[in-house]
């Protein structure tokens, strides 16, 4: 058996629509990772039994006993209590609502298990071995179905009193705006995620305004997502290029905030949404340009993230190297 400073960490990256299950190494190597879909309307206990289906799958696959890894860190797309090692909340995961899954996780396969928020995990990933490593300070941003957010200070991730830190997509950009999951409105969520440029497109589609998506969705609302607004806007479709640069702005108003808040070395926005790319990217940074105190405009860089889906699982096996 290989010594405990070499055993690799299980990571489990576990999203409202799939979930990632890899075998990280020490130094963050993914040795192996398979997707499955979460299902997440059949409930907690159904996804959990499909968590422990993927880890006994990959760990029969690689001939690995439970003891043979370092840990089980699961990084979710929830409101985790880090102490207690409970979901407290999950938007995108039905009915997760104080679910102990640390204790369940321990019971189950009797090694050290750790919760961590998966864009937390994602800002430690990108933080180590990723876009930002040797920084002292930087802000991450997950855009996709939401937007999710992680805080490094001085090399450390920042979980606040409990471990429900960051939550930056619900910082409130426009007064009584639309409303966010979260049940308040006006959200970051709300106004620049995937689910809110699809949402605008199809608000101004219905309202009769010309676009080249009426015709590639056929009449079809919900074929209209963020990913076919993007393939419209580079085709040079103005209603697509318009609803992605409305959302850039609400973007650009947030980073400027977390800027002025934190003036941290590096903004780093990954997720589906950021790899619209420079669409995306310039207004942002030409609004913190404008309108930061020119020291922290001019300290601070606005990037992609590099470790793609990856971000999630090494963060994850990052973080309980660091425990
Ligand atoms: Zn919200």
């Known amino acids: 058996m290989a010594r405990a400073e070499e055993r690799p960490v299980l990571a489990v990256d576990l999203g409202g629509t799939k979930m990632i299950i890899a075998l990280v190494s020490r130094n963050g190597w993914i040795i192996e990772r398979h997707y499955w879909n979460t299902v997440a309307v ?25 003891q043979q890894l370092s840990a089980v860190s699961i990084a979710a797309a929830a409101i985790i209590d880090m102490r207690e ?8 995961l039905p009915d997760w609502e104080n679910i102990p899954l640390k204790s369940i996780v321990l019971e189950k396969y009797g090694i050290d298990t750790y919760l961590i928020n998966d864009a937390d995990a994602a800002a ?8 930002g490593k040797g920084l002292n300070n930087l802000v991450l941003l997950t855009l996709g179905t939401g937007i999710g957010g992680g805080i490094i200070i001085d090399g450390k991730l920042y979980t606040g009193s409990y471990g429900g830190a960051a939550e930056l997509g619900h910082m409130i950009i426009v007064e009584d705006g639309p409303e966010c999951g979260c049940g308040n409105k006006g959200c970051l969520e709300a106004l620049a995620s995937g689910t809110a440029i699809a949402r605008e497109a199809r608000r101004r589609i219905v309202k009769g305004e010309k676009s080249s998506l009426a015709e590639l969705a056929q009449g079809k609302q919900d074929d209209i997502t963020a990913e076919t607004v993007y393939l419209a ?9 318009d609803v992605i640069t409305g959302a850039a702005r609400y973007l650009g108003k947030g980073v400027l905030n977390l800027v002025h ?3 941290p070395d590096m903004v780093i926005l990954g997720g589906s949404v950021a790899r619209m790319g420079d669409l995306l ?24 993230a ?18």
């Open 85 to 92: 090692g409970i979901i407290t909340a999950a938007p995108n």
């Open 281 to 304: 990217f310039e207004p942002v940074r030409r609004i913190v340009g404008e309108q930061a105190f020119p020291l922290m405009a001019k300290s601070v860089q606005i990037v992609p």
């Open 42 to 66: 059949e409930g907690p206990r159904a996804v959990i039994e499909r968590v422990f289906e993927g880890i006994d799958y990959l760990l029969g696959e690689n001939g690995l006993a439970p």
């Open 261 to 263: 808040i934190f003036s």
């Open 124 to 131: 430690l990933g990108e933080h180590r071995f990723g876009a």
């Open 306 to 323: 590099r470790l793609g889906n990856d971000a999630g699982v090494v963060g994850a096996a990052v973080y309980t190297l660091e425990h």
């Open 233 to 241: 806007a580079k085709d040079g479709d103005q209603l697509s290029l």
